[in-house]
């Protein structure tokens, strides 16, 4: 078998490999990085990406990231941007060069780490192999450009140029100098809201501003030493190319790609990102399903659970069979970051609290910590904005819908339900409408049970509300308000028999807790051991 067979086998093998990862693995990943940009397909958009060094590199991996709401077909095209870095580095070496989709793919288990970082690498590796017998003042011409479309990254085409043809010092400091006067001429004139650490190391290649991690660094380098280095010598080079050496080096790369998997990819956090994906999907079976084997100790996957349960209308019955946070395991006090209240805000959504919803979402929209809009944000409050009739407002947000690839068929579609009158009888907005509150007023989160008792007697048929107000009680420990209103449950919840959690509940508060096999008895029993250690600590 010829060493092209072999290289090519090892690249197509490397692909499926990566495809499989992302679409079967991890597509819960894919999910965050679309719900967290808005492609717009607009010159504005463009030149506003092109504005800023490494805008080429942003706006193509924002548009490529845009497919992510298709899982496969974002799985196979970061899979070929991830692998084509590989193919880049080495032609001849390509089992060997495949260490750097590895280096990328463990930089990727950081949900932070965006895609921009490796599509600019990709277009820096690319220019440097068309350009491989440029001029000197080809080369300088093609880092300043460079240094522009792709970003900082660029000075991996300068350590190649330097590696490959040993210039003179002077010659590759003068050359170095180029994207570094270049930086500091934009920050003194149309980047000063930049901060020049940032201008330097990459404004769009991490979501969080200021920060830059350690691969960031590493993989260019790792990159540049696969590409440029000179082959071993005759003797290695003719092992490394046998049956034994290629396993080897294949053995290598699977190697780091497992540890980095393992060390990056924490269950805990993809359990979580799992979670939010699969409520956005409206999967409340799987959610349920996954719980019962794995669910992580945390108020943000007690909500995923919950939600799940109310929507099989199994609250009642299961709630304690699962891990409660606490009174923050149904709906959580707002915190302004651009994750932490999405299942809130669904929970918002499914109950008919429309103005809680838009207020959430609107949060969570602007906590994107590198300024871009949301696609599942600006839909979800076009919708809020629709059920209060606030139709000229949502409006706006229609349009900047209009002008995506995935979101656009259903903005049109909102549009003519407004034009033609029909949003009451649309199926979810027509039903939030008679959910809602009718009235505007203010409340305070300790108070929640309260809104949710009062949403339900707004409207007797909103059993989602009812579920939310008993079990609200139950974790707030509220025994005889429960009670009180358990009657409540059995003239409006539909519920055949006594639910299983209520009757378990009561035995519980019955007995003052002492109850063996009782899922509410030990809740209540880990909740009054964290008061005690909270009150024994201040």
Known sequence: MSDNTISNLAAAAALAAVFVFWFVFHPEYLNYHEQNQLFLLTAEYLAARLAVPGGLADWLSEGVVQFFCVPWIGALLLSAVLVGTGLMCGVRRRVAALVVPALL???????????????????????ARALSHASVLADALALLVLYWLAGPVAVAYWLI?????????????????????????????VLGQYPLRSIVLGINYYRVPMQTPALQVAIPVTAVLVYACPCPAAG?????????????????????????VVACFPRELTELLRADMLVRLGRWDVIISRAESYMPHSAFASQCVNLALAQRRQLAERQFEFYQSGSDALIQRCVRDNTTDLPSAEAFYHLGMVNSCLRYYSDIQESILNARKSGRCEKRIAECLIVNGDYRVAQKHLDLLKKSLFYAAWARDAERCIAAGRVDEHPRWGWMRRQRFKENFLYDYVEIDKVLGRLFLNNRQNTMALDYFLAQMLLDGNVQGFAQYLPLAQTYGGHPDMPAGYADAIRC???????????????ARRQMSRSQTERSEK
């Open 105 to 127: 793919m463990v930089h990727m288990g950081d949900p932070n780490a965006l895609v921009s970082f490796p599509v600019a690498l990709l277009m820096v590796l690319a220019a």
């Open 161 to 189: 140029r330097c590696l490959q043809r040993c210039h003179s010092v002077v010659w590759s400091v003068g050359l170095l100098a180029v994207p570094m006067v270049a930086a500091l001429v934009a920050h003194a004139t």
């Open 236 to 260: 290695l080079a003719a092992w490394l190319r046998t049956v034994p050496g290629r396993l080897t080096q294949a053995g290598a790369v699977l190697a780091v790609a497992c540890v980095g």
């Open 509 to 523: 508060i019955r007995a003052q807790g002492r109850v063996d096999s009782s899922p509410y008895a030990d809740y």
